[in-house]
């Protein structure tokens, strides 16, 4: 890890999608460039469809750019292989969506523990970090219990642990907060404040809630494919 204070850069990002007729490109994102310190932490906001699930994708490496440049850590992730790229996801990056993607038939210890499978078994300092995450979300009593048996904000709870579990750099949120209710939502906004500062991870999170953005460090608005 380099010592610079930069996390990501994003220069000149442009995304396009093919209209499904053949007609002209849908373009989203054009010429986007973006700058995000280490430890920040940042909303991005702005109206249903203007491109910020897109770029979170681009930034995740779960998709990439039609043009420009991406340096995460000081490598380029346009150079990077699918390998590479999914070792890079899995270790030095946590994703949390609206919905929490958690396996019903599993527990939520064995929930928390699955990104740490890509690479064997899970060890015991992983079961370790998974316990004492769950204690520090308020779940530790809850290790052995099912999806089905928790409440909306305690699933998303267990979400941001799994986004956590292997350390990683930056945590990407996409609308965390959408499916729950307003007291849930502030509650799980400040847990995710507390834990950007605890754990040294940076936050980009997407989100239309002005209450989410306001705890952030910075607020990004995304206007015609660029930042306003
Ligand atoms: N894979 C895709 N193929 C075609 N169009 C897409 C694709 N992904 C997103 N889009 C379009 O790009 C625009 C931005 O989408 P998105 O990033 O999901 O918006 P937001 O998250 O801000 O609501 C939308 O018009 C959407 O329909
Ligand atoms: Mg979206």
Not at 1 to 20: C, G, H, V, W, Y
Not at 191 to 214: G, M, P
Request: proline share 4%; glycine share 8%.
């Amino acid at each position: 890890m380099s010592n610079d204070t930069s996390l990501l850069q994003l220069k000149d990002i442009s995304r396009e999608f093919p209209s499904a007729e053949g007609g002209a490109p849908l373009k989203v994102l054009r010429g986007l460039s973006m700058d995000v310190a280490r430890g920040e932490s940042i909303a991005i906001v702005g109206p249903s469809g203007c491109g910020k699930s897109t770029l979170l994708n681009l930034i995740g490496t779960l998709d990439q750019p039609t043009d420009g440049a991406i340096a995460f850590d000081g490598r380029n992730l346009i150079a990077l292989n699918d390998d590479e790229l999914a070792l890079l996801r899995n270790r030095e990056m946590g994703f949390i969506f609206q919905n929490h993607h958690l396996l019903p038939q599993c527990t939520v210890m064995e929930n928390v523990l699955v990104p740490t499978l890509a690479h064997g078994r899970a060890t015991a300092d992983d079961e370790e970090r998974a316990r004492h995450l769950l204690d520090r979300v308020s779940l530790g009593e809850r290790l052995s219990h099912r999806p089905g048996q928790l409440s909306g904000g305690e699933r998303q709870r267990v979400a941001v642990v799994r986004a956590l579990i292997n350390q990683p750099q930056l945590l990407l949120a996409d609308e965390p907060t959408g499916a729950l209710d307003q007291t849930t939502a502030d509650q799980l906004g400040q847990l995710l404040v507390e834990l950007n500062a605890e754990k040294n991870v940076t936050l980009i999170t997407v989100t239309h809630s002005e209450k989410l953005a306001a705890r952030m460090t910075r607020t990004v608005e995304l206007k015609d494919g660029q930042i306003a």
